[in-house]
């Protein structure tokens, strides 16, 4: 009964502090962009439906009109998946993983059946991954797979294994083709330098015929091909300028010297035919050649030459039961040209163009002829994707932002930063003495008349839906309540976005070549005169990058008081890894970035006097850690600059290394940001108060340490990162990743707390001595330990083989995520502080630490935290779900302090019971979506945002309203109210009865004031 009442209290509660939206609201305050990733495959099938296999585990089905998802299936990360393929049948076929196939409907996306033939085939040797090319052919109503491995599986039309051809491990580079009832196999064989061909039955994969032929002067071929011709399959082997084929059904071999007519580099691409003579596309730097086998013959079907700016880009050849065609894409400066060639011999050329500078070169192609026109699956250096109709660019769709690596939130300068630059019309005083006085006078009244319409539509609780336009012609000014920013993401493969955080819309794109970017810092923020500077960090083969844009237009910075700095900094040497320092130069007002390089030297961006100034006044409070591999970590100090040098050296103040077995998984990461802290302590409810303990150089991290019995124990630590002190070690037995691939420890870290998430395996991972009582995991090191602890290694011995003791550690009965709350206090007792004027790293004190564990029923991929502009508001924590989920949960119900019984002090105090299960309450879940068909019946349904990997959040101008974005595969955005919008009216206030009511007082007191004079009037003259 008291479980009852606990869990009805703790709903009330969850009830008052609901920060869902109303839902008239729902769909107008966030967005969501699903994406796939960047397709490594892309195939169209008869109907001209457009199915793709991405970098990001999804096989997907695009709309080929409008490059909408129609479905998509995603992969675990440990499933790699390698191919997807199509033909006339009803499903889609996708190989992942050793030997997983699976069969989609091509409609909806349904999986049809699914296989795993890993355990009917031996295991694969070491490399064997990289074997051969995986494909996927239709037989008799079932499929063939080729797997990475070169191992063959046959699968009936419902997915049941019929028979398996394993690879030979003497042989490599394996290919196969379908002729009638035969499958032709061919390998290549290093030892012996011969071609190994094999006819295998389709019915029961016996193995007919075998022979080995041996290509003559080739030891060691660059490519094995093998042409599909619909009677006579022919395996084509190339080396350098060499070609050796063999008629795989009549054992035919010929070869051929292309020198004499195509010159040392070549590369060759087969045609699938429909006779009896193969067909092939060569390509050089020169020119394109299609190229047809006569009895071992060359003959050139057709030819295009190209001059050396704009030779071959990429080909893509498509074959159907009528038709074949080859397309081939070259050019360069963003101008391409697409040649077509077709079995009629029909050779046609179109044109298209493709911004370099916002989508990189060209990639990838894959085409086919849908209803007499070809269509061009286009993939660019940036992720992008782009269907092209011949000539005419049909969809782009931004796959990069699928592969970000940060993000932020950039504020805009609100209205009053530009008047003080700008004149009443949004323009320079220059701007404004070309225009004539009459056309100056309609602009002046055109802008109050724009600002009245704002006004009417602010007072009637409306908001704008076309955002305030800045001097420039650009949407760069924020709104009143600074919901409206810029939210900035770079991706790995080096685009930058900048998104409209009302609408989701690019605000402005760039493409940064040639540079894997690890981070962005936002280093000035909007001002007078001075635009908001985004630095973005990363490295290339030569060196570490910077490269400085424009926050509002992505435009290049360059400083006129700074011109010895380009927009891009190249430093030569090893990866560094940048981090604010908190300290300002004097000469563009930007923050200073500190870099620290492997041998542990720290530079200054930018690297000027006025920045090197500006960082000595910090330099004796900064220190710097970095991880010692996954054994340790080490801090230093930060030493005087050196006279002549631009870099300062560090000396080794403390280091921290793990005991035997543990490995690092996991470090807490803190906004660089200053934090606003709303109060320094916490009152209890009988008015006393426990005082945060707010270092901001304390660190929480996860190791792992994984037993060869198959036990796993999970540690966490909070560290400062000053003194190297360690503040609290925790043991979780039977918890922690198994795997690399399996989901992290994921941790989170605000003032004083930290919340982080561990799966727990159960009794079964946890380890004897664990078991026992007797731990030697939460001994710093046993040996020089055993004495004080009182525990000898007979004591061990015998308690190994015990039976469990009532003092074993507390071990879950059961595998669940366990979320632990940690809280921070400068002391455990109320009222006490630290005694000294100002908190330091190096004080004998130790902290009191609170920590209460809780079960949350979801599988979580990333943890994040809300913010407002004074930290009023309660905190929400936001939680990533693996099922595609951004879920809220109040920090109330995270509350380490939660006890077993209230008392009347924690009622005052509005404390929870405790309860072990967060439960899941579907109203807190920020990623919902309105359809038509939920309009329907007015409520909301559940969109899945996959892949979270990421969770970021920034304040508005209101203290109840904090924004946040979700970035991993999808993106998504939204506005959070954790205590309710306090500081603003509800959307269904009764503004006119408001209006009437204010203008009946006026009247009123005007009336009763009009007979008031009256009647004092009266009175005198009596």
């Given at each position: 009964?008291?479980?009852?009442?606990?869990?009805?209290?703790?709903?009330?509660?969850?009830?008052?502090?609901?920060?869902?939206?109303?839902?008239?609201?729902?769909?107008?305050?966030?967005?969501?962009?699903?994406?796939?990733?960047?397709?490594?495959?892309?195939?169209?099938?008869?109907?001209?439906?457009?199915?793709?296999?991405?970098?990001?585990?999804?096989?997907?089905?695009?709309?080929?009109?409008?490059?909408?998802?129609?479905?998509?299936?995603?992969?675990?990360?440990?499933?790699?998946?390698?191919?997807?393929?199509?033909?006339?049948?009803?499903?889609?076929?996708?190989?992942?993983?050793?030997?997983?196939?699976?069969?989609?409907?091509?409609?909806?996306?349904?999986?049809?059946?699914?296989?795993?033939?890993?355990?009917?085939?031996?295991?694969?040797?070491?490399?064997?991954?990289?074997?051969?090319?995986?494909?996927?052919?239709?037989?008799?109503?079932?499929?063939?797979?080729?797997?990475?491995?070169?191992?063959?599986?046959?699968?009936?039309?419902?997915?049941?294994?019929?028979?398996?051809?394993?690879?030979?491990?003497?042989?490599?580079?394996?290919?196969?083709?379908?002729?009638?009832?035969?499958?032709?196999?061919?390998?290549?064989?290093?030892?012996?330098?011969?071609?190994?061909?094999?006819?295998?039955?389709?019915?029961?994969?016996?193995?007919?015929?075998?022979?080995?032929?041996?290509?003559?002067?080739?030891?060691?071929?660059?490519?094995?091909?093998?042409?599909?011709?619909?009677?006579?399959?022919?395996?084509?082997?190339?080396?350098?300028?060499?070609?050796?084929?063999?008629?795989?059904?009549?054992?035919?071999?010929?070869?051929?010297?292309?020198?004499?007519?195509?010159?040392?580099?070549?590369?060759?691409?087969?045609?699938?035919?429909?006779?009896?003579?193969?067909?092939?596309?060569?390509?050089?730097?020169?020119?394109?050649?299609?190229?047809?086998?006569?009895?071992?013959?060359?003959?050139?079907?057709?030819?295009?030459?190209?001059?050396?700016?704009?030779?071959?880009?990429?080909?893509?050849?498509?074959?159907?039961?009528?038709?074949?065609?080859?397309?081939?894409?070259?050019?360069?400066?963003?101008?391409?040209?697409?040649?077509?060639?077709?079995?009629?011999?029909?050779?046609?050329?179109?044109?298209?163009?493709?911004?370099?500078?916002?989508?990189?070169?060209?990639?990838?192609?894959s085409g086919s002829p849908i209803e007499g026109m070809f269509q061009l699956t286009v993939v660019t250096q940036d992720g992008s994707v782009h269907l092209i109709n011949e000539d005419v660019i049909v969809w782009t769709r931004e796959e990069s932002l699928s592969q970000v690596a940060d993000a932020a939130f950039l504020d805009l300068p609100q209205s009053i930063v530009y008047s003080q630059q700008f004149d009443e019309l949004q323009e320079e005083p220059r701007v404004s003495a070309s225009i004539s006085p009459v056309e100056r006078y309609i602009?002046?009244?055109?802008?109050?008349?724009?600002?009245?319409?704002?006004?009417?539509?602010?007072?009637?609780?409306?908001?704008?839906?076309?955002?305030?336009?800045?001097?420039?012609?650009?949407?760069?000014?924020?709104?009143?309540?600074?919901?409206?920013?810029?939210?900035?993401?770079?991706?790995?493969?080096?685009?930058?976005?900048?998104?409209?955080?009302?609408?989701?819309?690019?605000?402005?794109?760039?493409?940064?070549?040639?540079?894997?970017?690890?981070?962005?810092?936002?280093?000035?923020?909007?001002?007078?005169?001075?635009?908001?500077?985004?630095?973005?960090?990363?490295?290339?083969?030569?060196?570490?990058?910077?490269?400085?844009?424009?926050?509002?237009?992505?435009?290049?910075?360059?400083?006129?008081?700074?011109?010895?700095?380009?927009?891009?900094?190249?430093?030569?040497?090893?990866?560094?890894?940048?981090?604010?320092?908190?300290?300002?130069?004097?000469?563009?007002?930007?923050?200073?970035?500190?870099?620290?390089?492997?041998?542990?030297?720290?530079?200054?961006?930018?690297?000027?006097?006025?920045?090197?100034?500006?960082?000595?006044?910090?330099?004796?409070?900064?220190?710097?850690?970095?991880?010692?591999?996954?054994?340790?970590?080490?801090?230093?100090?930060?030493?005087?600059?050196?006279?002549?040098?631009?870099?300062?050296?560090?000396?080794?103040?403390?280091?921290?290394?793990?005991?035997?077995?543990?490995?690092?998984?996991?470090?807490?990461?803190?906004?660089?940001?200053?934090?606003?802290?709303?109060?320094?302590?916490?009152?209890?409810?009988?008015?006393?108060?426990?005082?945060?303990?707010?270092?901001?150089?304390?660190?929480?991290?996860?190791?792992?340490?994984?037993?060869?019995?198959?036990?796993?124990?999970?540690?966490?630590?909070?560290?400062?990162?000053?003194?190297?002190?360690?503040?609290?070690?925790?043991?979780?037995?039977?918890?922690?990743?198994?795997?690399?691939?399996?989901?992290?420890?994921?941790?989170?870290?605000?003032?004083?707390?930290?919340?982080?998430?561990?799966?727990?395996?159960?009794?079964?991972?946890?380890?004897?001595?664990?078991?026992?009582?007797?731990?030697?995991?939460?001994?710093?090191?046993?040996?020089?330990?055993?004495?004080?602890?009182?525990?000898?290694?007979?004591?061990?011995?015998?308690?190994?083989?015990?039976?469990?003791?009532?003092?074993?550690?507390?071990?879950?009965?059961?595998?669940?995520?366990?979320?632990?709350?940690?809280?921070?206090?400068?002391?455990?007792?109320?009222?006490?502080?630290?005694?000294?004027?100002?908190?330091?790293?190096?004080?004998?004190?130790?902290?009191?630490?609170?920590?209460?564990?809780?079960?949350?029923?979801?599988?979580?991929?990333?943890?994040?935290?809300?913010?407002?502009?004074?930290?009023?508001?309660?905190?929400?924590?936001?939680?990533?779900?693996?099922?595609?989920?951004?879920?809220?949960?109040?920090?109330?119900?995270?509350?380490?302090?939660?006890?077993?019984?209230?008392?009347?002090?924690?009622?005052?105090?509005?404390?929870?019971?405790?309860?072990?299960?967060?439960?899941?309450?579907?109203?807190?879940?920020?990623?919902?979506?309105?359809?038509?068909?939920?309009?329907?019946?007015?409520?909301?349904?559940?969109?899945?945002?996959?892949?979270?990997?990421?969770?970021?959040?920034?304040?508005?101008?209101?203290?109840?309203?904090?924004?946040?974005?979700?970035?991993?595969?999808?993106?998504?955005?939204?506005?959070?109210?954790?205590?309710?919008?306090?500081?603003?009216?509800?959307?269904?206030?009764?503004?006119?009865?408001?209006?009437?009511?204010?203008?009946?007082?006026?009247?009123?007191?005007?009336?009763?004031?009009?007979?008031?004079?009256?009647?004092?009037?009266?009175?005198?003259?009596?």
């Amino acid at each position: 009964m008291l479980s009852i009442a606990k869990r009805a209290l703790a709903a009330l509660a969850l009830a008052r502090g609901a920060a869902a939206l109303y839902r008239e609201d729902a769909g107008a305050y966030d967005w969501h962009t699903p994406l796939v990733g960047t397709p490594s495959q892309a195939r169209f099938d008869a109907a001209g439906r457009l199915f793709v296999a991405t970098n990001r585990n999804a096989v997907a089905s695009l709309e080929p009109t409008t490059g909408d998802i129609v479905w998509r299936q995603v992969l675990e990360a440990a499933d790699e998946l390698h191919g997807v393929f199509t033909d006339s049948a009803d499903a889609v076929v996708s190989l992942s993983g050793r030997a997983a196939i699976r069969a989609w409907n091509r409609q909806t996306g349904a999986a049809i059946w699914e296989t795993d033939a890993a355990p009917l085939l031996p295991p694969a040797p070491a490399g064997a991954a990289d074997c051969t090319t995986p494909s996927v052919l239709r037989a008799a109503a079932g499929v063939i797979a080729l797997l990475p491995t070169c191992d063959i599986v046959a699968l009936s039309a419902n997915g049941k294994v019929k028979w398996t051809l394993p690879r030979n491990d003497q042989e490599s580079l394996t290919r196969m083709a379908l002729t009638g009832n035969s499958l032709h196999v061919v390998t290549w064989s290093p030892a012996s330098a011969n071609i190994v061909s094999r006819k295998v039955d389709v019915a029961d994969g016996s193995v007919g015929t075998l022979a080995e032929h041996k290509p003559t002067d080739i030891e060691s071929p660059s490519q094995i091909i093998l042409a599909e011709a619909d009677d006579a399959p022919h395996a084509i082997v190339v080396s350098s300028s060499h070609m050796w084929g063999v008629n795989l059904e009549k054992s035919f071999s010929f070869e051929v010297d292309v020198s004499p007519y195509f010159g040392p580099q070549f590369t060759l691409h087969a045609i699938k035919s429909d006779g009896l003579n193969p067909e092939f596309v060569i390509v050089t730097p020169a020119f394109l050649q299609i190229l047809r086998i006569v009895e071992g013959d060359p003959t050139v079907v057709h030819s295009i030459e190209y001059n050396g700016a704009s030779a071959v880009k990429l080909l893509a050849t498509a074959a159907s039961r009528d038709s074949r065609v080859v397309a081939a894409v070259s050019g360069s400066n963003s101008k391409y040209t697409l040649s077509l060639w077709t079995t009629e011999q029909v050779a046609q050329t179109h044109s298209f163009e493709l911004d370099e500078s916002e989508f990189g070169g060209i990639a990838f192609i894959s085409g086919s002829p849908i209803e007499g026109m070809f269509q061009l699956t286009v993939v660019t250096q940036d992720g992008s994707v782009h269907l092209i109709n011949e000539d005419v660019i049909v969809w782009t769709r931004e796959e990069s932002l699928s592969q970000v690596a940060d993000a932020a939130f950039l504020d805009l300068p609100q209205s009053i930063v530009y008047s003080q630059q700008f004149d009443e019309l949004q323009e320079e005083p220059r701007v404004s003495a070309s225009i004539s006085p009459v056309e100056r006078y309609i602009r002046r009244w055109s802008v109050h008349l724009s600002k009245l319409m704002s006004l009417f539509g602010t007072l009637g609780g409306a908001e704008s839906s076309q955002p305030e336009q800045s001097a420039n012609g650009t949407a760069d000014l924020s709104d009143a309540h600074g919901f409206r920013k810029l939210l900035v993401l770079v991706s790995t493969t080096g685009k930058v976005n900048a998104l409209d955080t009302l609408t989701g819309q690019t605000v402005w794109s760039r493409y940064l070549p040639g540079i894997f970017f690890d981070s962005l810092h936002i280093v000035r923020t909007s001002r007078v005169k001075y635009p908001a500077i985004v630095v973005f960090v990363g490295h290339s083969s030569e060196g570490t990058v910077i490269w400085r844009l424009n926050g509002l237009n992505g435009n290049d910075f360059v400083s006129e008081k700074q011109p010895g700095i380009a927009a891009e900094t190249l430093i030569r040497g090893g990866d560094r890894i940048a981090s604010l320092i908190g300290a300002e130069e004097e000469d563009e007002h930007t923050q200073i970035l500190a870099l620290v390089d492997e041998h542990d030297e720290v530079s200054l961006f930018p690297n000027t006097p006025a920045a090197h100034v500006a960082f000595e006044a910090k330099r004796l409070t900064s220190h710097i850690f970095r991880t010692d591999g996954a054994d340790g970590l080490v801090g230093f100090a930060i030493n005087p600059r050196s006279v002549g040098l631009t870099t300062y050296s560090v000396s080794k103040t403390w280091e921290l290394r793990f005991p035997a077995g543990e490995k690092l998984v996991s470090v807490s990461e803190r906004d660089s940001s200053a934090e606003s802290v709303a109060s320094i302590g916490r009152v209890l409810g009988d008015r006393r108060v426990l005082y945060k303990y707010l270092n901001p150089n304390l660190l929480g991290l996860a190791t792992v340490r994984k037993e060869d019995q198959g036990t796993i124990t999970t540690f966490f630590y909070i560290i400062d990162t000053v003194s190297g002190a360690i503040h609290y070690r925790n043991a979780h037995h039977g918890a922690g990743p198994t795997t690399d691939a399996a989901d992290t420890i994921h941790v989170l870290q605000c003032e004083n707390w930290f919340v982080y998430s561990v799966w727990n395996h159960g009794p079964d991972a946890v380890s004897d001595e664990a078991w026992h009582g007797v731990s030697e995991a939460t001994i710093a090191d046993l040996p020089g330990n055993l004495k004080k602890k009182g525990l000898t290694k007979k004591k061990l011995k015998a308690a190994a083989t015990s039976k469990p003791s009532s003092g074993r550690p507390g071990v879950p009965d059961a595998k669940q995520l366990e979320v632990v709350a940690i809280e921070i206090y400068e002391s455990a007792k109320p009222d006490a502080r630290i005694a000294s004027t100002s908190l330091s790293s190096f004080s004998a004190s130790r902290p009191g630490i609170v920590a209460q564990a809780y079960v949350f029923p979801l599988p979580v991929t990333a943890i994040g935290v809300t913010k407002t502009q004074a930290s009023i508001t309660s905190r929400e924590v936001l939680i990533g779900i693996k099922t595609g989920m951004l879920y809220g949960l109040n920090k109330r119900f995270l509350d380490p302090r939660r006890p077993d019984r209230l008392t009347a002090e924690d009622k005052e105090a509005g404390m929870i019971p405790y309860s072990p299960n967060l439960g899941f309450a579907t109203r807190e879940v920020a990623s919902y979506s309105l359809n038509r068909l939920t309009k329907l019946f007015l409520c909301a349904a559940i969109n899945q945002v996959l892949g979270i990997e990421r969770i970021i959040s920034a304040p508005t101008n209101l203290e109840s309203t904090s924004l946040v974005a979700s970035y991993g595969l999808d993106l998504f955005c939204s506005r959070r109210v954790p205590s309710q919008s306090f500081d603003v009216l509800s959307p269904d206030f009764n503004y006119l009865g408001l209006i009437a009511t204010l203008v009946g007082l006026v009247v009123g007191i005007l009336v009763a004031k009009h007979f008031a004079d009256r009647k004092r009037l009266a009175d005198q003259w009596r």
